[in-house]
């Protein structure tokens, strides 16, 4: 289920053990990440890249949007 965080969650979920996912290209994610965050362009995004993520832990999926 997908649900808005803020940077409080955000911390307390990663303290708990979840994944942090980026889907912005590979160049952004070169530029500028979440320390821990794992890179995963939304283009790339399917069955064998999601398999490199551990399906017992939370995931949270982020992108930068200036807008």
Known sequence: MAAAIDRDRLRELVARGAQLVEVLPA????EDHLRGAASIPLQDLDRDS???LDPH????????DAA
């Open 50 to 52: 999601a398999a490199r």
């Open 57 to 64: 832990r939370a995931v949270i999926v982020y992108c930068w």
């Open 27 to 30: 160049e952004e994610f070169r």
